[in-house]
């Protein structure tokens, strides 16, 4: 029996030894699909090219609304384009320098693009506000229209992304566009009011609904990028308890330098150095306690690593 001594607390969790019972079982989004990909790429162009038909409308029509939808369709295009290079980059295996992969590059997108939504919701903000004093003119009609359009071409790039949800990458994307179709709806309504009764100032008011939209969105996103990042254990994972159900597994003296974190959404990684009894085999124990993991985290990359007790440090 091969039982070796690891000093570091924290490994990558993909090397695996035979003798040491350890193992890589990978789970997360591994398959990427050309036609996704595709999809994304069409969803991509799209909602650009409609971004810049809102601009211009908003531009247009005075209506700060629309400019403020547009705002939102920009990280749109930010979302997607982090999605698109993300199902590109993620499937390039790992090298000499980036043993895990790149899968990281897709959380550092998202943190980039979720700053810029909360500067470009600020920005709508101060403008909505200064606009409440103002007497601007709104043309309702053209607004309407291209609110209108806005909302139909992001529904149809959601049912286009929709049939993709297995992927993790696809799904954010997908949860993006639908809360700018919100927006569009808020422009709709503004729209509708200010044709209807003339309160130009509903345009402002939904400017602000949409900036708090951006808002609330962007947060969620830099939250948890700033948890994958600081390698915070999983969502939901709680390791006090994970650690007694380790100590559960019959061979299993003692546990430590169990560490939990998150390599992408969706993809965790879990290692831990266990202590065996001196009547049990470390295959035997190891395979027990990595079957342990893999089923309450199926997916995940799990290393174990077994010592005997002479073997611990004081």
Known sequence: MSVHRHDSDRGHGVQGGGDQGGGDQSGGDHQHSPTATRQLGWALVITAGFMLVEAVGGLLTGSLALLADAGHMLSDTGALAVALMASRWASRPPDSRQTMGYQRAEVLGAGLNAGALLVLAVWITVEAIGRFGESTEILAGPMLVVAVIGLAVNLGIAGMLSGHGHSLNTRAAMLHVLGDALGSVGALIAGGLILWRGWTWVDAAASIMIALIICVGAWRVLREVIAVLMQAAPEG???PSLEQ??????????????NAWTLKPGEDVITVHIVIRPDTTAEVVSDGVRKLLMSSHPGAHVTVQPELPDAVCC
């Open 237 to 239: 994972m709680n390791v």
């Open 245 to 258: 159900e380790i100590l559960a597994v019959e061979g299993v003296a003692s546990v430590h330098a169990l």
